[in-house]
């Protein structure tokens, strides 16, 4: 089994096969993004040209979904404004341990 992360001197490094591995993968994702989101705006432009709502196969389902306008909060400004009440309504939950990569 290949060692994750290998010692050079004082520096822990990313053992270089996986570090191949986890870009090739990281590259290949985002090309699969991108695909799916051009077919996606591609099958959009032909529902909205045929004033279709939706289409189903026995795998797919694809619903139209209108514009609509998102409502939000601004909880950064509200906390700055009035950080007791804010401090009321607060909650806080515990996000599991993970690891963040990005691929240059």
């Known amino acids: 089994m290949t060692a994750i992360v290998k010692r050079e001197s004082n520096d822990l490094m990313l053992a270089p096969e996986l570090e191949s591995k986890l870009i090739e993968l990281t590259e290949a994702k985002k ?15 032909e529902m909205e040209k045929a004033k279709i709502t939706q289409l189903k196969t026995d795998r797919v389902t694809i619903s139209w979904k209108d514009e609509y306008d998102r409502e939000s909060f601004d909880s950064k400004a509200f906390r700055q404004d009035d950080p007791e009440t804010y401090n009321a309504y607060v909650n806080f939950t515990t996000v599991p341990a993970s690891i963040s990569v990005r691929v240059k």
């Open 31 to 45: 090309k699969i993004e991108e695909a799916e989101k051009e077919l996606k705006e591609q099958i959009k432009a």
